[in-house]
Nanobody
Framework: QVQPVESGGGLVQAGGSLRLSCAAS????????MAWYRRAPGKQRELVAR???????NDADSVKGRFTVSRANAENTMYLQMNSLKPEDTAVYYC???????????WGQGTQVSVSS
């Protein structure tokens, strides 16, 4: 089992953009489901967006129209394009991978996204 690795976090002003990447290498097949979660200070972890190999997407109402999740199946890489960022988007963003779609999830270490007002 290979832990996913996130990259692309940072500090940005409100209204700005960031692109997160998640790489889950070492699998000889396309990972069934990949997802972005986030945990803001003092809050519980929440789902941001989930995407399957077939391209089925679920995303949170709070990010609809602003964030776009995508993936490159052959490379088991997932992206999160975040536009029109708000201070309330400040959180640690985690990549999660469910390689076989059986609920056994591997988590990345997380990447910090900070949005200043």
């Amino acid at each position: 089992q290979v832990q996913p690795v996130e990259s692309g976090g940072g500090l940005v002003q409100a209204g700005g953009s960031l692109r997160l990447s998640c790489a889950a290498s070492g699998y000889p097949f396309s990972i069934n489901t990949m997802a972005w979660y986030r945990r803001a200070p003092g809050k519980q972890r929440e789902l941001v967006a989930r995407i399957t190999t077939g391209g089925r997407i679920n995303d949170a109402d709070s990010v609809k129209g602003r964030f776009t999740v995508s993936r490159a199946n052959a490379e088991n890489t997932m992206y999160l394009q975040m536009n029109s960022l708000k201070p309330e988007d400040t959180a640690v963003y985690y990549c999660a991978a469910d390689p076989r779609g059986n609920g056994i999830v591997l988590w990345g270490q997380g990447t910090q996204v900070s949005v200043s007002s």
